[in-house]
């Protein structure tokens, strides 16, 4: 429920209020501290034992896998400095100048109110322990955004509080040239940045509802949390399947929280940590993705199944549930074909790496064809994720006003 590192943030406030306190008041900390926290590790332990099935401890395998094994460096090394240049940068923007003079300011003055003083040496501890691993994200440091906000706070105010008195030419400017700047990049990083891979989960669903009209109409029940969860559904029977391969970078797309009908059938590809492995195995690893990317068309001719033609018949399609064509169960079961993934329905990827889809795919004869393109992003770092997101589909793209015929008027 909270992450391990959350006890630098913890520990350090700690260290301050607990030799201030009187003795009913150290009690009182310690003894509510120890009921609500043992409260919160009771449920999470029973969450995480109703996920797992067994009785697990998720903050130590965290503390153990990347602190003691340093697995977490599998997943790229960082400079020293990172939090500083590109972390709080990227989290506070146009408010980054101020965070810092708070920060300043509060340890430096002798006057400021111990609070805020406590707080701006609890984010400069939090950011230099996180510093000095490998392994950082932006997202790490999430629990100090409001405490850098709340030492923000002072100096923001006294610099544009002129502004409330006088008018102020250049203060006013910077304030609207702020303003501007921060919409800016709210917008366009929520609404045009990476795009792509959240509408191609929405054209998935609706590729789903129009193989399955009565879903959509309220015939059959939407999936329980329970379905969700194990991929249980009632009404399994009654729904017709579906299934989807990404062939993209690991966490490229949502689709295991966007995609939640058991009968959706999904794979993408792996990026497992080395768990088990020597450091000399350690230093020879790499993950699904590393080896499709170094060859994709090799990758997919030796590890995907047959590519079905317009010679094969129609109900041999490759849907990957119980309704399998037996045609496919007996080329999948052949030695040639042994221990290969059957192509999905839908394959998605990134325009990057169309070429080569087109040259597996796209042979002649082949009943693949691309159905649907979404805008991605103008630029990305990964040379792996640039371009469109694209999808190519067996037999074309589904439509669900076919799907629904005549009731397709009542949802306009």
């Excluded at 406030?13 to 501290?33: H, Y």
């Excluded at 449920?43 to 896998?65: E, I, K, T």
């Excluded at 989960?201 to 609706?206: C, F, T």
Aim: net charge negative.
């Amino acid at each position: 429920m909270l992450r391990p590192t959350n006890l630098i943030i913890w520990a350090t406030l700690s260290l301050f209020t607990l030799p201030c306190a009187t003795q009913d008041e150290f009690i009182g900390l310690v003894r509510d501290a120890s009921l609500w926290g043992s409260a919160v590790l009771m449920l999470s332990s029973c969450v995480d034992r109703l996920y797992y099935g067994d009785w697990v401890f998720p903050a130590a395998n965290f503390l153990r896998y990347n602190l003691s094994q340093g697995l977490a460096t599998f997943y790229g090394i960082n400079r020293a400095d990172y939090y500083l240049t590109e972390g709080l940068p990227i989290l506070l923007t146009t408010i980054l100048p101020f965070t810092f003079v708070g920060i300043v300011q509060r340890i430096g003055s002798h006057s400021a109110a111990p609070a805020l003083k406590h707080l701006a040496i609890t984010v400069l501890v939090y950011v230099a322990v996180l510093s000095c691993v490998s392994h950082k994200e932006a997202r790490f440091l999430y629990p100090v955004i409001a405490p850098a906000l709340a030492l923000a706070a002072g100096p923001f105010s006294d610099f544009f509080a002129p502004l409330a008195r006088q008018r102020s030419a250049w203060r006013g400017s910077l304030a609207l040239l702020m303003v501007i700047t921060t919409l800016t990049i709210a917008v366009y990083t929520s609404r045009v940045h990476n795009r792509g891979v959240i509408s191609v989960m929405s054209y998935l669903r609706g590729q789903f509802h129009a193989a399955n009209p009565d879903l959509v109409l309220g015939r059959i029940q939407q999936p329980t949390l329970e379905s969700a969860l194990f991929g249980t559904s009632r009404n399994q029977s009654a729904l017709q399947p579906i299934d989807v391969g990404f062939l993209m970078p690991c966490h490229s797309t949502p689709w295991r929280s966007h995609l939640i009908y058991p009968e959706v059938e999904a794979w993408a590809l792996t990026c497992e940590p080395p768990i088990g492995l020597s450091p000399r195995e350690r230093e020879q690893y790499k993950d699904e993705a590393d080896i499709f990317y170094e060859n994709p068309v090799s990758w997919m001719e030796t590890h995907m199944g047959p590519i079905l033609t317009e010679s094969e018949p129609r109900a041999a399609t490759a849907i990957a549930v119980s309704n399998k064509a037996d045609s496919m169960k007996q080329w999948m079961d052949t030695k040639a074909w042994k221990g290969r993934r059957p192509w999905p329905r839908y394959v998605v990827f990134f325009a990057q790496l169309e070429p080569d889809i087109k040259t597996v795919l796209g042979r002649e004869g082949s009943r693949y064809a691309e159905c649907w393109r979404g805008f991605n992003s103008h630029w990305h770092d990964d040379w792996r994720r640039q371009g469109d997101v694209v999808v190519w589909c067996l037999d074309g793209s589904l439509d669900l006003d076919e799907a629904l015929g005549d009731e397709a008027g009542m949802f306009d």
